[in-house]
């Protein structure tokens, strides 16, 4: 880009060719005033508050349409610009309310800033009232709308469909009756609106306001996000140790300032009245009130006692994706080095461990090979298996955008209907289960067209003939009745991947959550290598990670087979190396995964089991499986901030922080370690998980001492090659990416470019396998799961943010109109879901976005938890369970239990 | 590379929707279908099929569905909204900057009473009230029975013979209340 300079009002400013003379006045810090510029939406030149003179111009060219050019000359602060500006600014505020000391906006309002720069004492204008007065808008739990206040800058509407792609409000109607109005001028709530609160954050005076933020903040602490695996950058607004106001980190490059419902307006846990404030332990059957002292003193000497009398193996421990890089860092090393067992795992087990094993295998690294931000440039987009504007709400702003903006074709191939397809040239609708038949049939497609990358192949692959000789039969023809999608639409989506400049693939639950779960992730790595999509921008097999850091819980080596790093436990050297790093016998052989954890648990022959911040109580499937072997255990100790599920069963319950009150690290699902910072001070005797690992530690004479989470990073920078550089001065405002060997390497943008990490990329052929258990005349139904935006995971933090909880209340399940007659259920009734595992109630959606014989759940609510009904049958290779398929009737329920409420 | 296919124009709307969203939009969808005792979404596939799906074309839709409907009802609007592949709100935002299109059905006969100056002078809200006497209903009203329809107009342009009220497109110069009743009781 070109640098120029222009002059304004006599000060030089330089700025790059391409930006307009409003943007480059602001960048410079000089104030032009101005009401419809919104950073990141299209120039508007609405308010004609901008107008400036530029020498060799005539008139007043408004500067936020205008563009820079090298030499400009341009008068802003001058008497008879200010002239027309407070004419424009006067007709404004002729109709607007004069109620500023006590508007919600007072001191953060653009239209006061504008009118105490122009001098504007009284109006010279007749006052105008609104006729009839706009009704003020309550109906959003989050936000009110007062159209009162409304200046029609346009901001709201165009963020809504510009960045967001979401269209909710639009200004309707014309001249004095002008008005931002949902669809039919409804009330917005029930609108297609996300309340993602983009326009909240946009507005420039107080006709859009936060219910919750009604006084400002006295201090902002840039922090990462708590929900999903994006990482989102978050800053905090906080006074008197509470949050009071959450706004989207403007610098983050992961978001821009952009956020969803839920890291924006769903943080109300962290000051939750149900926060654990101090440790409990169970006696005599209750949980009672204890002080840190006597709770580790008894943890301590259970964990030891078991130890001594059945080994090390008896003991195992879940670590979680929600805590830090760090605690998980400490958790696995506590168990390794201080208990001796590799028995650690966490819930990306339930997640992506399809993703860690398949990729691992095929190109050596088991982590999104590409960025976030490379989405918007690719040229052709499959999204398979992931409902990303529900999951990852932002990281689909960049899909949308790769769509709308820059023309990218998308293709979605999943069995329901969601909010993607609406921007996709072409939407799958494949059975749940039968993904890996429709990639080997779109590879087959791409080998007979010769539509395939034989030079990447040669030079860059192996083993590609395996694959060639493996799809040679499963034609889009044999694929049809296999996937339920037409021949020719596979033909299509092959074409469309193959035959783009830059491909992305992006994939997430859907394809992972099945006991072909490894297969299914090959598949796409196959089809990635066989078009040379990989190891280039833009393009690469890309898995969403689902929580916040469970990227970096799996860096950290909270894995049974791995320490820190992907290093193997059973690889001599390595082994090794971490015995002498951290002073201590360490075992050899790779421990037990969480569905082989819960297992031995039912069985006996795990006694101890120490969880961090997990609920498997809801996220496991086969629930009632899962009760009866938490019953059964001998020793149950749970560090968490909410009395969870699983907290209710345990001997002892620790109270730990939210990410509010702690630092530390995360890494997101695009390799970016990036920084959580103390905002607020713990409720109670609450303290950070890191704190209590390393006081339990102290006392089973294994000892971890630490002053702050930084020396923490800055021993796994030690031994761990991929974190090699990583320190907290580096991570700064932005983060790193890693592989990030040294302290000098700037971390890595994109994977195995020139070469991959393990060499050759290698073909696996794929055979196709049907699910473990298919819809019959018993349960002729087939159930798949998945989330909610509203929600997160086991809803332990969600609900208990009210509006959340009003949005989405608990249960739905969705059902085809076909399905739902044929059982003679109507919308809003409640039905009884019964599979071989289990029965629960759940309020019925009736809904063409479930395909024909299929129903949808959330695996969110307690009230009626999906995973009573889902299968525990799991992948061969990653031992993660089938999610995503299993078989179920539905019948009209007699009666709606309490709990479930009525929609 | 250009999109692959038109977007389907069975397939949802453009945007994704909260649970009592979806219960709203499939309860519109069903009262589209029997709307009026006639099976709208077959006349609008039908207006839908003459046009290729730009955005440009969302003009004429509009006219074409107020043509055959006699105004856009909001489901026609979702309607066309995901036929164009644009936000619904688009199509609001047109439908009601234009004063062409009617956002309400309009009852079957359509009166309009004049209150330009010289019918304001001349007593037109006399008019007005003793419409507003015998159907029960103002400017701007539909009987619930969608028989009739009351407007409040700016000047027709026949001054000459204000007051002025126009019942269906036919002129009614130097009306009475007591003629009012009479053309309204003839309409029956
Ligand atoms: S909250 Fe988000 S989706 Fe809702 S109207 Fe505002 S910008 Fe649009
Ligand atoms: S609501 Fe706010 S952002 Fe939207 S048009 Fe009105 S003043 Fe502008
Ligand atoms: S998209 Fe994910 S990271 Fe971003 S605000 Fe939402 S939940 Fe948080
Ligand atoms: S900011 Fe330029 S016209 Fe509004
Ligand atoms: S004023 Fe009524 S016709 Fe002109």
């Given at each position: ?113 504008l009118s105490s720069y122009l001098g504007i004492q009284e109006s010279r204008l007749r006052r105008m009232t609104r ?680 249960v739905p399940v969705e059902i085809h109109p076909e399905d739902a007659a044929r059982e003679g259920i109507t919308e ?76 | ?146 028989e009739f329809t009351v407007e409040a107009v700016a000047c027709f342009g026949s001054c000459a013979l204000a007051p ?25």
């Open positions: 880009m070109n640098r120029i300079t222009i002059t304004i009002d006599g000060k030089a400013v330089e700025t790059t060719e391409g930006s307009t003379i409003l943007e480059a006045a602001l960048a410079a810090g000089i104030y032009i005033p101005h009401l419809c510029h919104s950073p990141g939406l299209k120039p508007y030149g609405a308010c004609r508050m901008c107008i400036v003179e530029i020498e060799g111009m005539r008139g007043m060219p408004s500067s936020c349409t205008t563009a820079a050019t090298d030499g400009m000359v341009i008068r802003n602060d001058v008497e008879q610009v200010n002239k027309v500006r407070k004419m424009t600014c006067e007709m404004l505020i002729a109709d607007h309310p004069l109620t500023c000391l006590t508007c919600q906006a007072n001191q953060d309002c653009e239209l006061q800033t006729d009839p007065k706009p009704e003020k808008d309550e109906s959003n739990p989050f936000y009110t709308r007062d159209l009162d206040k409304c200046i029609l800058c346009g901001n709201c509407t165009r963020a809504c469909h510009e960045l967001r792609g979401v269209g909710a409000i639009e200004i309707s109607g014309r001249g004095y009756r002008s008005r931002v109005a949902a669809f039919g001028d409804a009330p917005v709530l029930e609108s297609n609106c996300v309340s993602c609160g983009e326009c909240v954050d946009r507005c420039p005076v107080a006709a859009l306001t936060a219910k919750k933020e009604t006084v400002p903040p006295s201090a902002f602490t840039i922090t990462t996000c708590i929900y999903c695996g994006v990482g989102c950058g978050l800053s905090l607004g906080t006074r008197s140790n509470k949050i009071v106001q959450v706004l989207g980190d403007k610098e983050s490059i992961v978001n821009r300032g952009s956020l969803c419902v839920k890291g924006r307006f769903g943080l109300d846990f962290v000051s939750s009245e149900d926060r654990l404030t101090t440790p409990l332990i169970r006696r005599n059957g209750q949980l009672e009130e204890a002080d840190w002292d006597e709770a580790l003193g008894f943890v301590a000497e259970k964990l030891k006692a078991i130890k001594e009398e059945h080994g090390s193996d008896a003991l195992a421990g879940l670590s979680s994706a929600k805590c830090t890089n760090e605690e998980n860092y400490l958790f696995q090393k506590f168990f390794r080095a201080g208990l001796g067992t590799n028995n650690v795992d966490h819930c990306a087990r339930l997640c992506h461990a399809s993703t860690v094993a398949g990729l691992a295998r095929a190109f050596g690294s088991g982590a999104m090979t590409n960025s976030i931000d490379e989405l918007e440039y690719a040229d052709c987009i499959l999204i398979i298996g992931s409902n990303t504007t529900e999951a990852h709400p932002v990281l689909a702003l960049k899909i949308k955008a790769a769509v709308r903006s820059h023309g990218a074709t998308l293709v979605v191939a999943d069995p329901r209907r969601i909010e993607m397809t609406q921007f996709a040239s072409l939407h799958i609708r494949q059975r749940s289960g039968s993904d890996v038949a429709l990639i080997n049939a779109m590879l087959n497609v791409i080998i007979e067209e010769k539509l395939l990358n034989e030079e990447f192949i040669n030079s860059r692959t192996e083993d590609f003939d395996k694959v060639r000789e493996c799809v040679a039969d499963n034609t889009p023809e044999w694929a049809e009745p296999i996937t339920g999608v037409a021949a020719e639409d596979i033909r299509t989506a092959a074409r469309a991947y193959a035959t783009a400049q830059r491909s992305s693939i992006v994939y997430s639950m859907g394809i992972t959550q099945h006991t072909t779960g490894t297969d299914n992730v090959l598949a796409l790595a196959n089809l990635a290598m066989l078009t040379g999509n990989v190891g280039k921008e833009s393009t690469g097999v890309n898995p969403l990670r689902g929580q916040n850091n469970v990227q970096g819980a799996c860096d950290l080596g909270a894995l049974p087979n791995v320490y820190p790093g992907y290093q193997k436990v059973d690889d001599a050297e390595i082994h090794d190396k971490f015995e002498a790093a951290w002073e201590a016998t360490l075992s050899d052989q790779p421990g037990l995964t969480v569905t082989e954890i819960i297992n031995a648990a039912a069985e006996g022959d795990v006694k101890g089991l120490y969880v961090m911040g997990e609920n498997p109580m809801l996220s496991d499937p086969n629930l009632n499986h899962v009760k009866e072997a938490l019953e059964s255990i001998d020793f149950l100790c749970v560090q968490d901030i909410f009395l969870t599920e699983t907290a209710r069963l345990a001997d002892v319950v620790l109270p730990a922080v939210s990410f509010a009150e702690k630092d530390g690290t995360y890494t997101n699902t695009e390799r970016r370690v990036q920084r959580v910072r103390k905002a607020i001070d713990p409720p109670g005797q609450a303290r950070a998980d890191w704190k209590i690992l390393c006081a339990l530690a102290g006392r089973m004479e294994y000892p971890m001492a630490y002053e702050h989470p930084s020396e923490i990073m800055d021993e796994i920078a030690d031994v761990t090659p991929i974190y090699g550089g990583i320190s907290y001065p580096r991570i700064g405002k932005v983060g790193l990416q890693w592989p990030c060997p040294d302290k000098d390497h700037p971390g890595t943008v994109f994977l195995h470019e020139g070469e991959f990490k393990r060499g050759k990329g290698k073909f696996h052929p794929t055979p196709f396998r049907a699910a473990d258990e298919e819809p019959d005349s018993d349960f002729p139904l087939l159930l798949t799961t998945g989330r909610y935006l509203y929600h997160w995971h086991t809803r332990t933090m969600t609900s208990r943010t009210e509006g959340l909880e009003q949005i989405c209340p608990p809003g009734a409640t039905v009884e879901v019964s599979s071989r595992r289990g029965t629960i109630h759940a309020n019925a959606v009736v809904t063409e976005r479930s395909p024909l014989g299929t129903v949808f759940m959330a695996f969110h609510f307690h009230e009626g938890a999906a995973n009573t009904l889902t299968n525990d049958a799991i992948d061969p290779i990653a031992k993660i369970p089938e999610y995503k398929v299993c078989a179920v009737k539905i019948k009209a329920a007699a009666d709606r239990p309490a709990e479930i409420g009525a929609i | 590379m250009s999109p692959l296919l038109l977007f389907s124009p069975d397939a949802a709307p453009f945007f994704s929707r909260t649970i009592k969203g979806m219960l709203y939009y499939s309860a519109a969808i069903r009262r589209l279908c029997d709307h009026g005792g006639t099976f709208v979404k077959e006349q609008l596939n039908e207006i839908f099929e003459r046009c290729d799906g730009a955005p440009s074309d969302l003009i004429p839709i509009l006219q074409d569905i107020q043509d055959v409907l006699g105004y856009l009802p909001r489901e026609a609007m979702t309607e066309t909204a995901r036929f164009l592949n644009m936000a619904e709100t688009s199509v609001y935002g047109v439908a009601t900057f234009y004063t062409q299109f009617q956002l309400s059905r309009p009852g079957r006969h359509r009166i309009k009473v004049c209150h330009g100056t010289a019918c304001h002078v001349r007593g037109a809200s006399e008019i007005t009230k003793a419409v507003a006497a015998k159907l029960g209903i103002g400017p701007g009203e539909t009987t619930d029975d969608f002025v009220m126009v019942v269906n497109d036919k002129v009614y110069g130097n009306v009475t209340p007591e003629r009012v009743v009479e053309i309204l009781e003839d309409l029956n």
